[in-house]
């Protein structure tokens, strides 16, 4: 492979104004788009040795046989353009957004004669002012069926408003008090239109507003001795007052803001959305996000900004972020062009916004574990991983009994390695298997050692014991290893062949170890040694998510979208999962045998001090004196715990 491409532009060629620029593949499609304050700098990024890129970002460039760019004003301009460009190319290196579409919305259809309120999943209705979604559809009409009790405006459809406008006869809801519209021939469309205002404008926010105005008015009228109209105040009120007791305070009741918690790995994200007038929520919006080049952190806040009020969504006051992206002042800048006033874009850091960040943050972690769930219990995703996963890698057959590797220590020391098996996509958790490593030199040496132990197993017959039954038939059977049988049919005094399980004998298809080109080549040693070339092997690297194969320069890249990928990372995760446990039950244990060995000392007083010291390794620093301190402790047990531990 060349280090350098072809279409690589001069130096000077490259402008360093603010602007927009483009990759293309040979047929001209758009590959990624991307802005910049200085192209010049950002594109000399992509230009490096090959061999210095992100394997994803190389991936791009070495599909790509162009780039083009375009100058802009202002680095304000470059987001707009970069947006319209993802929208009209849609870009397969760009990330992939996935809203959930389960959510209903509230719409109001400002751009009709006489607006309605009606509940929709449709969000391009030309002019419409949405609220929501909401996570029911009965919450939707719950809420409007309190809303038009307090703002009577028009519910009927299209064709029934239209009908009754004609005939002068009112629409079948109107009939029965639940339409408010001109068509119900109770208001004209001036006086439905002003209602209409109050009902946007008390669903924007305005709680304060209409609550004080509608008792200020109850109570003139009451005062007036105008008790219908008192009455009619008060249920309004009360409708009011009813649909604020659906949303509790989050925020102070005058702040109005959009709140983003994100959860990410190195494969998707998920966005959770929460709209808040009022200091209520009013509304929550999740957001898949799959990506294709590296992104996180404050770049993937800054596109899920960019996305978000590039979809005509109503820009608040205040918008709240777990971390703020480069360009939040240009960000600003454009969201103020959207908007017409100020917004500021902050971090959560302390109070309410704080508590509310972190229940965003673990809707979202949620979010991201069932988007993994729904792909696991999928079987036709399953059935694809696994045939990729064959394409890719140049297997044979489909890889249906997959084995993972893991190595885990602490500073070198507790080694100790790990064992999951997968087969047909899914866990058998019943196989998994750990391992302790005594001497080791480095995580190549420790992978070695574990792969010639577990496949030592498949050049196994199954192990056979003999035992004598001296008992009558039913009786135990006791073979050597310790393990201990029945037999109905024994007879006394006979010598009785019992075959044990075998453990391990059944071959995988595929050998995962969890790291990059070294740990497969010491797992390819392992597997020439044990005489088992015929066994798959690759490895995954955790950083940039590379598949690497033995005696390869370069690894195998699978598509960030890809099941096969997806179905490698869930196996690495969870062999790294069990190798922690195993690692934590060990040295618990550890830390247990070394207590456990002082005279006197039983385990509530070996609580009691790990509690008090926190690790055996404080308590082996403090001196007798130090130890005495402790409840529980006396002077003479204290002098033996200072005494052994110094020994050991």
Known sequence: MADVLPYKPTQGEIPTDPGVYRFRDAEGRVLYVGKAKNLRQRLSNYFAP?????????????????????????????????????????????????????????????????????????????????????????????????????????TCSDASYKRAMATGRPCFPGQIGKCGGPCSMKVTIEEHRAMVDDFVAFMAGGDERFTKELTKRMLSASAAMDYEAAAKYRDQLASIQAVLGKSSLVL??????????????????????????????????????????DISGADLVEQVLQRTYGEGVDVPRRILVPSLPDDAAELEEWLRERRGRKVEIAVAQRGQRAELMRNATLNATQALIRHKTRRTSDYVARTQALTDLQDALGLETAPLRIECFDISHLGGTNVVASMVVFEDGL??????????????????????????????????????????????????????????????????????????????????????????????????????????????????????????????????????????????QRLRDEAHRFAIIHQRKRRRRDITTVLDEVPGLGASRIKVLLKHFGSVTALRGASAEDIQQVPGIGPTLAQSIHTHLATR
């Not at 009606?118 to 969000?123: A, E, K, M, P, S």
């Open 427 to 568: 866990p058998r958790k019943d196989q998994y298997r750990s391992f302790n490593i005594a001497e080791t030199t480095d995580d190549t040496d420790s992978m070695y050692q574990v792969l010639m132990r577990r496949l030592a197993y498949l050049d196994r017959p199954e192990e056979a014991d003999a035992a004598i039954v001296d008992a009558s038939p039913g009786s135990v059977i006791e073979v050597s290893g310790g393990e201990v049988r029945t037999d109905p049919l024994a007879v006394d005094g006979e010598v009785v062949t019992v075959r044990k399980k075998p453990r391990f004998s059944y071959p995988p298809q595929l050998l995962l170890v969890d790291g990059g080109k070294p740990q497969v080549e010491a797992a390819a040693r392992a597997l020439r040694d044990a005489g088992h070339t015929e066994i798959g092997l690759c490895g995954i690297a955790k950083r940039l998510e590379e598949v690497w194969l033995p005696g390869e320069d370069f690894p195998v890249i699978l598509p960030r979208t890809s099941e096969a990928l997806y179905l490698l």
């Open 252 to 293: 102070p009741s005058d702040e109005d803001a959009d709140l983003f918690g994100i959860a990410e790995d190195e494969l998707a994200a998920t966005v959770q959305h929460f709209v808040i007038r009022g200091g209520r929520v009013r509304g929550v919006r999740a957001t898949t996000i799959e990506k294709e080049i």
């Open 50 to 154: 090959l061999r210095t890129l992100h394997e994803r970002t190389r991936r791009m460039v070495t599909t790509a046989s162009s780039v083009e760019w375009t100058v802009v004003p202002t680095d304000v301009d470059s987001l707009q353009l970069e947006y319209m460009w993802i929208k009209e190319y849609d870009p397969p290196f760009n990330v992939r957004y996935k809203d959930d579409k389960s959510y209903p919305f509230m719409a109001v259809t400002l751009g009709d004669e006489a607006p309605r309120v009606l509940v929709t999943r449709n969000r391009k209705i030309p002019r419409a002012r949405y609220f929501g979604p909401y996570p029911k559809v009965w919450a939707v009409h719950e809420t409007i069926d309190l809303m038009i009790k307090a703002f009577p405006i028009r």
